[in-house]
C-alpha cells in the first residue's frame, strides 16, 4: 500500500507522513514548488522541505514545478483571497488536483497531509477542508492524519488500511500537541510555522497588485518581486534596487537583454539597480536619481551612475541624489 505525502517543509506535513509511515505504508514524499515561495539562501537550504523530509522519512522527495500554470489563481480566484493575495482555498485546489493526476503514474491509492482543523483561518475550518477535497476530485482520498479523528472516515480508514485509533484529533492553532509528537518520532531541527508564501505578505501582495494592474504577471517578474526595493516609475517602467550585495548579483543574473542596469562607478559604493520597461531619458536619468539615493556619500554630495543594457556599452551621468519625497511617491 502506497501512499502520496505532500510535504511543505514544515513540522506538520511531516508528522502526518510519519503517522502513516508507522502503520506500514509506504510514503512517497511531494512538494509542490509554487513561483511565490520565499526565496532561501544557503542556510535556510539546510532545513529544506527536501533535507527535513530525508532526515524524517528516510525517503528523498519529489517536487513538482507549478510554473505559469499556478499564475492564473492570482487574477480572480472563485474562493476569493484571505487577508492579503493568498488565494488559499484555490491553490490547495490545485495542487490536490495535480496530486490526483499522479496516483496512478505512482502507484499510489491515496493522498496525505498535514492539515489541522482550525488552525487556518481561511483554508482549514471544516466547511474549506470540504470545498477542498470535493473540488480536487479526492473525496475519501484525502487523509488528514494530525486531524483526522474529528473528520469523517476516509477510504483508507473504512477499508482498514490505516487504523483509525491511531490518527488524531489535533483541533486550532496550538503547536504543542506537534511539537510533543516529534519529540517522539525524534525530529528535530525544523523550521517555525511562520509559512512559506509571500502572497500571505502585504508588502509583496502590495506589489504583485501593481503587476496585475499593469498586465504585466509573468514568471520573470515575479521572481523580481521577491528582492529589492520597487519603484513605479511611469505607466510601462519599473526600477529595482538591490539592498545588499547578494541582491545586487541576483538582479545583474535576472536582467535580461532590454532591460537596464544601473550602478555606481566603482570608486562609490552602492547598489545594482534594474530598470525594466520603456525607458526615456528623463526616467533614466530618474533612476539614477534614486540609484544616487542609495549610495555612500561623496565629497561633492553627487553620485556618477553608469547604466546601460546587458550586453551593451556603458554611458554614465553625474546626478544629485533623489529626496525622500520623491522615493516615497514612487515606492511600492
Not at 531541527?189 to 509571500?198: R, T
Not at 505578505?201 to 526595493?229: M, T, W, Y
Not at 525594466?276 to 526616467?283: A, C
Amino acid at each position: 500500500m502506497r501512499a502520496i505525502t505532500l510535504i511543505s517543509g514544515g513540522l506538520d506535513s511531516i508528522l502526518a507522513a510519519r503517522i502513516i509511515q508507522e502503520q506500514g505504508i509506504d510514503v512517497l514524499p511531494l512538494n509542490f514548488k509554487i513561483p511565490f515561495c520565499q526565496r532561501r539562501n544557503k542556510s535556510a537550504e539546510a532545513n529544506s522541505a527536501g533535507a527535513l523530509s530525508k532526515n524524517s522519512l528516510g525517503k528523498d522527495l519529489r517536487t513538482v514545478d507549478l510554473g505559469a500554470g499556478f499564475l492564473e489563481l492570482v487574477v480572480k480566484p472563485k474562493h476569493g483571497f484571505g487577508s492579503n493575495m493568498n488565494p488559499c482555498i484555490d491553490c490547495k485546489i490545485f495542487m490536490f488536483r495535480k496530486a490526483r493526476e499522479l496516483l496512478g503514474p505512482l502507484e499510489a491509492q491515496f493522498i496525505v497531509t498535514g492539515e489541522v482543523l482550525g488552525q487556518r483561518p481561511m483554508s482549514q475550518h471544516r466547511q474549506a477542508l470540504e470545498i477542498i477535497e470535493r473540488e480536487s476530485g479526492l473525496e475519501g482520498l484525502l487523509l488528514r492524519p494530525l486531524c483526522a479523528g474529528l473528520l469523517p472516515e476516509t477510504l483508507p480508514e473504512k477499508e482498514g488500511w490505516v487504523e483509525r485509533r491511531r490518527l488524531f484529533k489535533f483541533n486550532g492553532r496550538g503547536r504543542s500537541p506537534q511539537i510533543g509528537l516529534a519529540k517522539e518520532f525524534n525530529i528535530a531541527d525544523y523550521p517555525n510555522p511562520a509559512g512559506g508564501c509571500l502572497l500571505t505578505d502585504p508588502q509583496f501582495s502590495s506589489r504583485l497588485k501593481d503587476l496585475l494592474s499593469h498586465q504585466a504577471l509573468n514568471l520573470e517578474n515575479v521572481e523580481l518581486l521577491k528582492i529589492g526595493r520597487h519603484f513605479r516609475l511611469s505607466e510601462q517602467a519599473k526600477l529595482i534596487v538591490g539592498r545588499n550585495e547578494e541582491e545586487n548579483k541576483e538582479l545583474e543574473g535576472l536582467a535580461n537583454s532590454s532591460d537596464y542596469l544601473f550602478m555606481p562607478d566603482q570608486d562609490l559604493a552602492g547598489p545594482a539597480c534594474l530598470g525594466r520597461g520603456e525607458f526615456n531619458q528623463g526616467l533614466i536619468r530618474l533612476s539614477s536619481e534614486i540609484a544616487g539615493r542609495y549610495c555612500d556619500s561623496s565629497a561633492s554630495g553627487k553620485a556618477r551612475i553608469s547604466y546601460h543594457k546587458k550586453g551593451e556599452g556603458l554611458s554614465a551621468l553625474e546626478v544629485s541624489p533623489a529626496d525622500e519625497n520623491t522615493l516615497k511617491a514612487l515606492r511600492l
